[in-house]
């Protein structure tokens, strides 16, 4: 069956780094656009980076640009989110999420990793 699971969450101090990983399973992985999305305590979802197909092109919420970097290696199936310069406010569960190329609904979701930035 369809799966995505996140892996690489953890509690990390503010200025400290994580890597978010997401391997996918059971669908064609390089024919789907790729993201990251996350849901802080109390809050609703939040879209925080997206990569094409490809892997050729990103795009970054304003809150994270410049701190986290999206990739994704289509041969291991596998999304990463490379998480630098954390904030507090980054506090939240990430979840990964696909979507057929030129679709506006997402497809499938993970069940998401806990990253918590506190000292």
């Known amino acids: 069956e369809v799966q995505l699971v996140e892996s690489g969450g953890g509690l990390v101090q503010p200025g400290g780094s994580l890597r978010l990983s997401c391997a996918a399973s059971?669908?064609?992985?390089?024919?789907?656009?790729m993201s990251w999305v996350r849901q802080a305590p109390g809050k609703g979802l939040e879209w925080v980076s997206g990569i094409d197909s490809g892997g050729g092109s990103t795009t970054y919420a304003d809150s994270v640009k410049g701190r986290f970097t999206i990739s994704r290696d289509n041969a291991k199936g596998t999304l990463y989110l490379q998480m630098n310069s954390l904030k507090p406010e980054d506090t939240a569960v990430y979840f990964c999420?696909?979507?057929?190329?030129?679709?506006?609904?997402?497809?499938?979701w993970g069940q998401g990793t806990q990253v918590t930035v506190s000292s």
């Open positions: 059971g669908f064609t992985f390089s024919s789907y656009v």
């Open positions: 999420a696909a979507r057929r190329v030129g679709q506006g609904r997402y497809d499938f």
